[in-house]
């Protein structure tokens, strides 16, 4: 039986959480804070965690580097694209905010599990007839290689990975700060630019589209 910890200091909601896994075939253990978490982690080793990043004490930030060998799922409020970027950047397995359904929670579960039986899961993202490796960081346009430098791929992959939602600017830089710190928000513009005539040179057509005042997010045709 795959044993799952909770991490959340919230009691309602761990305790909902707990009869939803249990009921789902899961055995759950509980830590109320970031130090007790720590404990508990230094004496069993659970199969997946389910990481609050709101706790008294240590935070669910301090406590996700300290994790390893273990899929972390971190269950937060907080929405913003750049928090997740940065979690999921930083080693955890996926991300899902509050609220959330049941059934997404035990979706999300499933596939953790599944990505850590498999450690290889597919390393592309594909936006119509774009495809991104993440490995190999090659670009193409209907199989046509398209020349990206670090900054341009670094914003075409966070766009990518939110092809529905316009990304801000500041969520753009927050987003690849990591890779490229030398992105700022005057330079900005200019690589979106670069991006959008490579690949319209390829693809024919343009891919992404500015949102006045707000950012930038994929075209759909």
Known sequence: MKQILIIDDDIHIGNMVGELLTKNGYAVSRAYSGTESLYVL??????LILLDLMLPGLNGENILPK???????VVSAKSDISDKVNLLMGGAADYITKPFS??????????????AVNPHPSRTLAFEDIVLDLSSHAVTVSEN?????K??????????????????????????SLETPDCME???KMHISNI??????????????????????????
């Not at 994790?67 to 799922?73: D, F, Q």
């Not at 049941?102 to 990505?115: P, Q």
């Not at 290689?145 to 430098?149: A, R």
């Not at 959008?196 to 045709?221: H, N, P, Q, S």
């Open 196 to 221: 959008r005539r490579k690949l319209k040179e390829t693809g024919g057509r343009d891919y992404i589209e500015a949102v006045w005042g707000i950012g930038f997010k994929m075209r759909e045709e």
């Open 42 to 47: 230094e004496n069993s080793r659970p199969d």
């Open 186 to 188: 005057s330079s900005l």
């Open 67 to 73: 994790i390893s060998g273990i899929p972390v799922i």
């Open 102 to 115: 049941n059934d997404e929670l035990l979706a999300r579960i499933a596939v953790a599990f599944r990505n």
């Open 151 to 176: 900054t341009e791929f670094a914003i075409l992959r966070l766009l990518m990975q939110n092809p529905t939602q316009v990304v801000a600017k500041s969520d753009i830089l927050d987003g690849i």
């Open 145 to 149: 290689p398209v020349k990206l430098t």
